[in-house]
């Protein structure tokens, strides 16, 4: 069974603090995985990683894939309180369009 | 680009009642949209994939008859829920997929009184 998970669930440091989310990942055909950030509605897209060993960086944010290991990470340095948030790690297959999505990393800043 | 338009944003109904949510992509063709439920503090639960012109694909313990999808125009997919009940109110977001990563729609809040 295709699976995502994110450690840690919940996380809570102060404003300029640097955190790491980490997302592993079990599924067949794997194609791309995706992380979002979740404030009060629908998620919003930060990255799509598809390549191994290649860091995406956006900001503060960046991430890398490690496929061999089957894991990804977001970190985010000089936290804001602006980052608190549920961030999301999914993953999509060739198998179909479905994406699986993990639970999610609460994410609280303190001023 | 690559925006969908997801409406209405909040609606509450009486129970017995059916509601209609609406998810558009705005600025491509999408031939294929999601539907997602969200509960309070958990991740999103896929509900059923929408496709164009044809039926929709239903998840695992998700009742086709009581969330029915149509996918009528390549922009276009709506999600009524049927003889709504409190259970089911929640968040409800639909997606869709433009060339790269998924757009969401800003979601639906149901709340069924």
């Known amino acids: 069974e295709d699976k995502v998970v994110q450690s840690p669930l919940s996380l809570v440091v102060h404003e300029g603090d640097t955190v790491t989310l980490n997302c592993s990942y079990e599924?067949?055909?794997?194609?791309?995985l995706l992380w979002y950030k979740q404030e009060k509605k629908a998620p919003t897209f930060l990255f799509m990683l598809?390549?191994?060993?290649i860091e995406k960086k956006s900001g503060r944010l960046s991430s890398i894939l490690d496929k061999k290991e089957l894991f990804s990470i977001l970190n985010i340095t000089a936290t804001q309180t602006g980052d608190s948030a549920v961030y999301l790690c999914?993953?999509?297959?060739?198998?179909?369009?479905?994406?699986?999505f993990g639970k999610g990393t609460r994410l609280h800043i303190l001023p | 680009g690559a925006v969908v338009s997801q409406h209405p944003s909040r609606v509450i109904c009486k129970s017995g009642t059916s509601v209609k949510i609406e998810c558009r992509s705005l600025d491509f063709q999408a031939t294929t949209m999601f539907w997602y439920r969200q509960f309070p503090k958990k991740s999103l639960m896929l509900m059923a994939t929408s496709n164009e012109g044809s039926k929709a694909t239903y998840e695992q313990g998700v009742e086709k008859d009581k969330f029915l999808i149509n996918h009528a125009s390549l922009t276009l997919s709506t999600l009524t829920v049927t003889s709504a009940h409190p259970e089911d109110s929640s968040f409800y977001i639909c997606s869709a997929q433009p060339n790269y990563g998924y757009t969401f729609g800003s979601g639906t809040r149901l709340t069924v009184v």
């Open positions: 599924v067949t055909n794997f194609r791309s």
């Open positions: 598809t390549s191994s060993g």
């Open positions: 999914a993953v999509g297959t060739n198998r179909d369009d479905k994406i699986i």
